[in-house]
């Protein structure tokens, strides 16, 4: 697992979610293999396409020799058995791919997936090796009700309940507050930062201010090519996990250089 956030370099992760064929995943991941690789060092890249396509993103990233890294959007927590529909770290592993998604609001509020099962993919994912990226984030009737810290932290803990310290450079967490997704609505730059900020002292809580300050927190939430850099900017924002923009290189690679510029 090559995506280690000991040194909190920018992460910036595309999120295809269920969209493209065959033909536009490999020639999408191709673009923006093309396109970061340009950016140099100054920032890991990585894209999660569906599951149907990842053996073949992945042969033609290899093939190309490329180093983008490619994700799963989810995983399951049992290594194998009468699962129907399900994919394990294991299978994932054998097609090369690196890390996973896990507790994306989309699987939480759309399909249901309560913080226990989220805690223990999770679990599952980093205890293997496999690299995770945690996802967590408030509703919009959460946040009016000022519980945006309460439900980040109730969130945190039990998606980090069976991790250990020395699991946590596999692992980032995605902070992506439910009613900025595909919204066009986004988090102000002091919002995120003040949510950010808490979700690291959780982190610090749970294992050591000196893991917190290495643990990257992404952003997630309608982020575009015009807000990322002062986004990017923030202290404890450490790059974004990218939907809808991640679905055309052009603007998925300007936030990606948006991200390597701000550190």
């Not at 999408?28 to 950016?39: E, F, N, P, T």
């Not at 980093?126 to 408030?138: K, M, N, P, R």
Request: charged share 20%; proline share 4%; aromatic share 4%.
């Amino acid at each position: 697992m090559t995506m280690s956030s000991a040194a909190r370099k920018p992460l910036v992760v595309g999120n295809w979610k269920m969209n493209t064929d065959r033909a536009s995943a490999l020639a999408l991941a191709r673009d923006v293999a093309g396109g970061s690789a340009s950016i140099g060092d100054r920032v890991v890249v990585g894209i999660c396409p569906p599951f149907v396509y990842l053996d073949a993103v992945v042969r033609d990233l290899q093939a190309a020799g490329s180093k983008l890294h490619v994700g799963a959007q989810d995983v399951y927590f049992e290594p194998e058995g009468a699962f129907t529909g399900e994919v394990s770290v294991g299978m994932l592993e054998d097609l090369g791919v690196e890390f996973s998604l896990t507790g994306h609001s989309e699987r939480r509020h759309v399909l249901g997936e309560s913080d226990e099962l989220v805690g223990k993919k999770t679990a599952a994912a980093v205890s293997a090796g496999h690299g995770v990226i945690l996802c967590i984030g408030e509703t919009l009737d959460e946040r009016r009700a000022g519980r945006t810290d309460a439900v980040n932290e109730r969130q945190l803990r039990a998606g980090l309940a069976g991790v250990g310290a020395e699991q946590l450079s596999i692992l980032s967490i995605a902070y992506e507050p439910v009613w900025a997704i595909g919204t066009g609505n986004t988090a102000t730059p002091d919002d995120a930062q003040s949510a950010h900020h808490a979700i690291r002292g959780v982190i610090a809580d749970l294992f050591g201010a000196p893991e917190a300050d290495r643990m990257r927190v992404l952003y997630g939430g309608s982020v575009k090519p015009d807000n990322a850099r002062e986004l990017f900017s923030c202290p404890d924002i450490d790059g974004g996990l990218i939907g809808g923009a991640s679905l055309k290189s052009e603007p998925f690679l300007r936030i990606a250089l948006a991200a390597a510029e701000t550190r």
